[in-house]
C-alpha cells in the first residue's frame, strides 16, 4: 500500500497504484506455434483450441514437421505417408465390396418405418430385446450343478428380465399418442 498516491487527481484509464519499473517491463511474446484465426470463417481461436468454436474447423500448425498426432505418436514424414497411403487402399477396397440388396432393411430408419415407432420408443425397444436376449443367454453360458448356482442363475434371469421390463414400459411412455386414439 506504500505505492498509492495520495490526494493525486485520477483520470479514469490510469491506475491509482505506482507501478515499479520491474513491473512495467513487457511480457514475454507468446509463442507462434498454432494459427491465431480460424481459415474458414476468420473468428479467432480460444486459448489452447484445436477447433474453431463457431464453424468447428481444425486448428492448423504454423510449424513444419507434420501434425500434432504424428508428432506425439512419433511418426515421421515417409511413415505418415505410407499410413495415409494405406488408409486410402482400405477405403477404395471397402467401397468394392457389394452388398446384398436386402441389407438396406437393416438401417434403422427402414426398421423405424416398418415398425412405426418413434425413435425414442424405437430405442427402448431394441434395448428390451438386448435384455430378453441376455435372459436367455444366461441359460446357454452358465450350468447350475448345485442348488446356490440354480438360484444365482435364476437372480440373473431375474434382473434381465426386470431391465427388459423396464425398457419396454420406457417405450410404451416414450411412444407419442395417435391422432385417432
Same mark, same amino acid.
Given at each position: 500500500?506504500?505505492?498509492?498516491?495520495?490526494?493525486?487527481?485520477?483520470? !479514469?484509464?490510469?491506475?491509482?497504484?505506482?507501478?515499479?519499473?520491474?513491473?512495467? @517491463?513487457?511480457?514475454?511474446?507468446?509463442?507462434?506455434?498454432? $494459427?491465431?484465426?480460424? @481459415?474458414?470463417?476468420?473468428?479467432?481461436?480460444?486459448?489452447?483450441?484445436?477447433?474453431?468454436?463457431?464453424?468447428?474447423?481444425?486448428?492448423?500448425?504454423?510449424?513444419?514437421?507434420?501434425?500434432?498426432?504424428?508428432?506425439?505418436?512419433?511418426?515421421?514424414?515417409? /511413415?505418415?505417408?505410407?499410413?495415409?497411403?494405406?488408409?486410402?487402399?482400405?477405403?477404395?477396397?471397402?467401397?468394392?465390396?457389394?452388398?446384398?440388396?436386402?441389407?438396406?432393411?437393416?438401417?434403422?430408419?427402414?426398421?423405424?418405418?416398418?415398425?412405426?415407432?418413434?425413435?425414442?420408443?424405437?430405442?427402448? !425397444?431394441?434395448?428390451?430385446?438386448?435384455?430378453?436376449?441376455?435372459?436367455?443367454?444366461?441359460?446357454? !453360458?452358465?450350468?447350475?450343478? /448345485?442348488? @446356490?448356482?440354480?438360484? $444365482?442363475?435364476?437372480?440373473?434371469?431375474?434382473?434381465?428380465?426386470?431391465?427388459?421390463?423396464?425398457? !419396454?414400459?420406457?417405450?410404451?411412455?416414450?411412444?407419442?399418442?395417435?391422432?385417432?386414439?
Amino acid at each position: 500500500m506504500a505505492e498509492v498516491v495520495n490526494d493525486a487527481q485520477q483520470e !479514469f484509464w490510469r491506475s491509482p497504484t505506482v507501478l515499479e519499473p520491474a513491473a512495467e @517491463a513487457a511480457l514475454p511474446a507468446a509463442s507462434q506455434e498454432m $494459427a491465431q484465426a480460424c @481459415a474458414e470463417c476468420g473468428s479467432e481461436f480460444m486459448i489452447g483450441a484445436r477447433f474453431c468454436h463457431t464453424c468447428g474447423q481444425r486448428r492448423l500448425a504454423q510449424v513444419a514437421g507434420g501434425s500434432d498426432a504424428a508428432a506425439i505418436v512419433g511418426l515421421s514424414a515417409p /511413415n505418415v505417408a505410407r499410413l495415409q497411403a494405406w488408409a486410402g487402399s482400405v477405403a477404395a477396397l471397402w467401397r468394392e465390396i457389394s452388398f446384398p440388396g436386402w441389407l438396406h432393411y437393416l438401417h434403422f430408419h427402414e426398421i423405424k418405418r416398418w415398425v412405426g415407432l418413434p425413435t425414442a420408443s424405437l430405442v427402448a !425397444f431394441m434395448i428390451g430385446l438386448g435384455c430378453v436376449a441376455g435372459a436367455l443367454g444366461v441359460s446357454l !453360458f452358465y450350468r447350475a450343478s /448345485n442348488l @446356490a448356482e440354480f438360484q $444365482a442363475i435364476q437372480m440373473w434371469r431375474i434382473e434381465w428380465l426386470l431391465a427388459a421390463t423396464a425398457s !419396454f414400459v420406457a417405450g410404451i411412455l416414450l411412444k407419442k399418442p395417435s391422432d385417432n386414439e
